[in-house]
């Protein structure tokens, strides 16, 4: 071990270390049992579990959400919070690699609560729902989680290490248009064609890309359409996304995308609702001093930061933890997990999140969150 370890930090290592297989198996069960967004009830109960038979007190259903739980340990004046996400993409499992960032925040709460009463530390760990589109952290933020909490922490998985979160602003809408069915071939002028109405909005989403800031982005799926191929569908529904470089772009862009849509429903005749699924995504405010700590102690325990266009690309991905470090000082960094060419959201990258190389990164990661907050604390003392 490095001569720059302190000993507060060996004693962190210690810990994750004796917890690691409890911490890997934590991981592979949620791996095995992925669950999408506000669905995750063996997630919120697996996770606490290990916490609390270490010691920490766990509130489940915090705040009245179904599948969040609050676990704090220690009582000291600097509240170091840990989020852990867990639910998983539809269809595709854990291809985001919840499972080990559930981990590694366990992990790095347990380090910390080895040093809490040496360093004045109040440890919290966020059970967070709904990051892929539900919008939960931003739901806890409305009804008082993270209130005077000094630092918040998580580690994402990606290909490579990256340090700072770069996220775009984003907006998560349900799209639907309602028409009339009739038969295709026999009445085809008694329809109002619901599908139709998505083909003209996307023809004129793909027409106004070429007019929008170039950071932003606009893409969706249509998610249902008909079923006959004789009948002109009377339904159609679809879940978009719009992001930009923060939420005030986004809200210039916006409204402009929604007309497009709008465009499809004056085109066909048919009617137009449409949903938010959350409230906007923030763009990622990053505590500076914190993310420096990050970068040194991942360095001493071997990782490895990526460069150049490698670098740019996950750490774009939108998060809900955008909109806590607007409130709260925040690191969001990234952590390799050796998957290339898979990349995140793909089936390949989900069967990366096990194995030898994801449980170095959820220890690495678990001990460099927990080396960081132990530097934060001495900042504290120092000033």
């Not at 990051?131 to 739901?139: D, M, N, Q, W």
């Not at 989403?205 to 070429?210: A, N």
């Not at 800031?213 to 998610?223: A, D, F, M, Q, Y």
């Not at 290339?340 to 990258?349: D, E, I, K, S, Y």
Request: proline share 4%.
């Amino acid at each position: 071990m490095s001569s720059t370890v302190t000993r507060e930090k060996a004693a962190v290592r210690t810990a994750v270390d004796r917890a690691a297989e409890e911490l890997v198996a934590l991981s592979a069960a949620l791996h095995a049992r992925p669950e999408t967004a506000w669905e995750e009830h063996h997630a919120a109960a697996a996770v606490p579990e290990l916490l609390e038979r270490r010691g920490f007190t766990v509130t489940s259903a915090y705040l009245g959400l179904e599948t969040a739980f609050l676990a704090r340990y220690g009582s000291g004046p600097l509240r170091i919070a840990l989020c852990a996400e867990y639910d998983a993409l539809p269809g595709l499992g854990h291809a985001c690699g919840h499972n080990l960032i559930a981990a590694s925040s366990v992990g790095a709460a347990l380090g910390l609560a080895e040093v809490a009463d040496d360093l004045g530390l109040t440890v919290e760990v966020y059970g967070t729902p709904a990051e892929e589109g539900g919008g939960g952290k931003i739901e806890m933020l409305d009804r008082g989680a993270f209130r005077d909490v000094d630092l918040a922490m998580m580690v994402h998985p990606a290909p490579v290490d990256v340090a700072e979160a770069r996220p775009f602003a984003v907006s998560h809408s349900r799209i639907s248009y309602r028409g009339r069915s009739a038969h295709a071939a026999a009445y085809p002028e008694d329809g109002v064609n619901a599908a139709d109405a998505f083909t003209v909005a996307q023809v004129a989403i793909g027409l106004l890309r070429q007019q929008l800031p170039s950071g932003s982005r606009v893409h969706g799926v249509v998610t249902a359409a008909g079923s006959a191929p004789n009948a002109i569908p009377e339904d159609s529904s679809g879940r978009w996304y719009v992001r930009a470089e923060s939420l005030a772009e986004l809200a210039e862009i916006e409204p402009r995308v929604l007309r497009c849509f709008e465009a499809g429903a004056l085109a066909t005749g048919c009617v137009l609702e449409v949903e938010a699924e959350s409230k906007p995504y923030a763009e990622f405010r990053t505590d500076a001093r914190t993310l420096e700590h990050y970068r040194a102690n991942a360095v001493e325990l071997g990782r490895e930061f990526a460069s150049g266009d490698l670098a740019g690309r996950m750490n774009r991905a939108s998060t809900d933890m955008g909109n806590v470090s607007q409130v709260v000082p925040a690191i969001h960094p990234y952590i390799g997990i050796g998957s290339l060419p898979a990349t995140n959201h793909q089936r390949a990258f989900a069967a990366h999140c096990v194995g030898a190389e994801a449980e170095r990164a959820l220890l690495d990661g678990a001990i460099a969150l927990a080396w960081t907050g132990v530097d934060r604390a001495r900042d504290g003392a120092r000033s």
